[in-house]
T-cell receptor
């Protein structure tokens, strides 16, 4: 399958710090990427749809000023958690839509964010 | 998007076939059935998908009932590495087609 790289895999930061997570499609172009978060023992929750060259579409209840998404190229989307607090600690996962491969979404390995 | 219902957990003996059921009684005509799995603390892995015909690939087989209201994922010879949470998702195949994850089935493959 296609490869989606997510970086960093783990980040520990102090409360009030902003954290940027990168999601790259390594061997294909993705005009659409998705961001999820997952709390322990729970399923993945879709946060937003990232569209190349335009504003992201956020799911209901997700603060767009808190979770800033930029999709500046066909292979890179970034999620910035602004002024992170302990309640933002979670597992963040991205996926990329591969149109030429039967529209399958491929996922990154995830980023474990711990805010102290 | 249509909802899916899966049993919360299942056990399977190593080397035997694992049959994971999924109900999607409100599926629409343009929605596909997708299966992903998530091994602990990793990103989900694509397994297989289909519209109405049965599908097979190197990982699994997907059997969809004629009325499309349910499906079964079959892992023909389960190994310990197949222990994971398996998600059945119905999705419109389009550029912005979202994957909405339910609770999935936690499959434990035992020696």
């Amino acid at each position: 399958g296609a490869v989606v790289s997510q970086h960093p895999s783990r980040v520990i930061c102090k409360s009030g710090t902003s954290v940027k997570i990168e999601c790259r499609s390594l061997d294909f172009q993705a005009t659409t990427m998705f961001w999820y978060r997952q709390f322990p023992k729970q399923s993945l929750m879709l946060m937003a749809t990232s569209n190349e060259g335009s504003k992201a579409t956020y799911e209901q209840g997700v603060e767009k000023d808190k979770f800033l998404i930029n999709h500046a190229s066909l292979t890179l989307s970034t999620l910035t958690v602004a002024s992170a607090h302990p309640e933002d600690s979670s597992f963040y996962i991205c996926s990329a839509h591969y149109r030429l491969a039967k529209n399958i979404q491929y996922f990154g390995a995830g980023t474990r964010l711990s805010v102290l | 998007d249509a909802k899916t219902t899966q049993p919360p957990s299942m056990d399977c003996a190593e080397g035997r076939a694992a049959n994971l059921p999924c109900n999607h009684s409100t599926i629409s005509g343009n929605e596909y059935v997708y299966w992903y799995r998530q091994i602990h603390s990793q990103g989900p892995q694509y397994i297989i998908h289909g519209l109405k015909n049965n599908e097979t690939n190197e990982m699994a087989s997907l059997i969809i009932t004629e009325d499309r209201k349910s499906s079964t994922l079959i892992l023909p010879h389960a190994t310990l590495r197949d222990t994971a949470v398996y998600y059945c998702i119905v999705r419109v195949v389009a550029e912005g087609g979202k994957l909405i994850f339910g609770q999935g089935t936690e499959l434990s493959v035992k020696p």
